[in-house]
């Protein structure tokens, strides 16, 4: 039996989707972040626009928090 990591996913606009469903998200009642596809909370920067691994001056930021994010499916 082969595992693999999950792998951070990505819009084709370069936003950092959610890791439950690859989904945008949008803010909940409570504040919060929630996938707009199952409905789960999410953190910060998943599927909400701002974290972008176009964006030259975010580059090592993106590949730590999308490491951080996939490490909690594992």
């Given amino acids: 039996m082969t595992t693999t990591t999950p792998q951070p996913r990505y819009g084709e606009d370069g936003c950092l989707l959610t890791t439950c469903c690859g989904a945008y998200s949008t803010f909940a009642d409570d504040g919060g972040l929630m996938c707009k596809a199952c ?8 599927g909400d626009g701002s ?7 975010h ?4 590949a730590d928090w999308a490491a951080f994010l996939v490490e909690g499916l594992v």
Avoid: L, M, S, T
């Fill in 39 to 46: 409905y789960r909370d999410v953190h910060f920067g998943e």
């Fill in 51 to 57: 974290i972008n691994k176009n964006d030259p001056d």
């Fill in 59 to 62: 580059a090592a930021f993106v």
